[in-house]
């Protein structure tokens, strides 16, 4: 399993961001995926997920503002993110879970090697 992210950077708060995950070596369209990140200083946490039918979910004060989305013929995720706050600056990982057709609580098994995304003026 290789999960690759890109698209982080340096951006000015109130600005836009989207992170692409590549993602190979599983059957990608049948396995739920999942953004993370990790402050400095903080625990990683649990941004949003999404299932293999594009089901989604937000985590706290991203809903409304970011957009976890897929492409299952590219094997890619994304994670569009608008209206950055600085409060957002992190490393963000790209995850996935072990097994495929997985319900309950997200739990990842791969973890992708992360993009950092800098929000400052």
């Known amino acids: 399993v290789q999960l690759q992210a890109s698209g982080g950077g340096l951006v000015q708060p109130g600005g836009s961001l989207r992170l692409s995950c590549a993602a190979s070596?599983?059957?990608?369209?049948?396995?739920?995926m999942g953004w993370y990140r990790q402050a400095p200083g903080k625990e990683r946490e649990l941004v949003a997920t999404?299932?293999?039918?594009?089901?989604?979910t937000y985590v706290n004060s991203e809903k409304g503002r970011f957009t976890i989305s897929r492409d299952n013929l590219e094997s890619t995720l994304y994670l569009q993110m608008n209206s950055l706050k600085p409060e957002d600056t992190a490393v963000y990982y790209c995850?996935?879970?072990?097994?495929?057709?997985?319900?309950?609580?997200?739990?990842?098994?791969?973890w992708g090697k992360g993009t950092q995304v800098t929000v400052s003026s």
């Open positions: 070596g599983f059957i990608f369209s049948i396995r739920r």
């Open positions: 995850t996935t879970e072990g097994g495929a057709y997985s319900t309950g609580t997200y739990s990842p098994a791969y």
């Open positions: 999404i299932t293999r039918d594009s089901l989604t």
